[in-house]
Nanobody
Framework: QVQLVESGGGLVQAGGSLRLSCAASGRTLSSFAMGWFRQAPGEEREFVAAVSWIHDSTYYADSVKGRFTISRDNAKNALYLQMNGLKVEDTAVYYC???????????????????WGQGTRVTVSS
C-alpha cells in the first residue's frame, strides 16, 4: 500500500510560481510511474504531468508544457511539480498519483493509477 500526501498549494497571482510536493510512504517508489492530475471546479480531472520509471521520461499536457516541470527524488520517495508562469486557468485541486508501472502502462491515463493523494488546492488570481 502507498500513501501519498501533497503540499505546496496556495494562492498566487498570475505569472507567479508554486512548487508542489508529494511525499510517499508505505513502500519505495522504484518501479512506479508517478504523475500529477488536476481538477478545476465543475470540470473533469485532467492529466498534467507524469514521469515514467521504465522509460525514464517525462510527459506533459500541452497546456502546461514549457511552464511546469515534474521531477522525482527516489531517495526521498518524493515527487515534485514546479509551476512557473501560472495562469488563472491553472486554478484547480492538484493530485499526486502513483502506479506500479508495466511496459504497457499509459502514464497519462488516470484510470491506470492505483494510488492517489487527497489533493492540494492551487488558486491563481488575475
Amino acid at each position: 500500500q502507498v500513501q501519498l500526501v501533497e503540499s505546496g498549494g496556495g494562492l498566487v497571482q498570475a505569472g507567479g510560481s508554486l512548487r508542489l510536493s508529494c511525499a510517499a510512504s508505505g513502500r519505495t517508489l522504484s518501479s512506479f510511474a508517478m504523475g500529477w492530475f488536476r481538477q478545476a471546479p465543475g470540470e473533469e480531472r485532467e492529466f498534467v504531468a507524469a514521469v515514467s520509471w521504465i522509460h525514464d521520461s517525462t510527459y506533459y499536457a500541452d497546456s502546461v508544457k514549457g511552464r511546469f516541470t515534474i521531477s522525482r527524488d527516489n531517495a526521498k520517495n518524493a515527487l515534485y511539480l514546479q509551476m512557473n508562469g501560472l495562469k488563472v486557468e491553472d486554478t484547480a485541486v492538484y493530485y499526486c498519483t502513483a502506479e506500479y508501472e508495466s511496459p504497457g502502462s499509459e502514464v497519462t491515463n488516470q484510470y491506470g493509477y492505483d494510488y492517489w493523494g487527497q489533493g492540494t488546492r492551487v488558486t491563481v488570481s488575475s
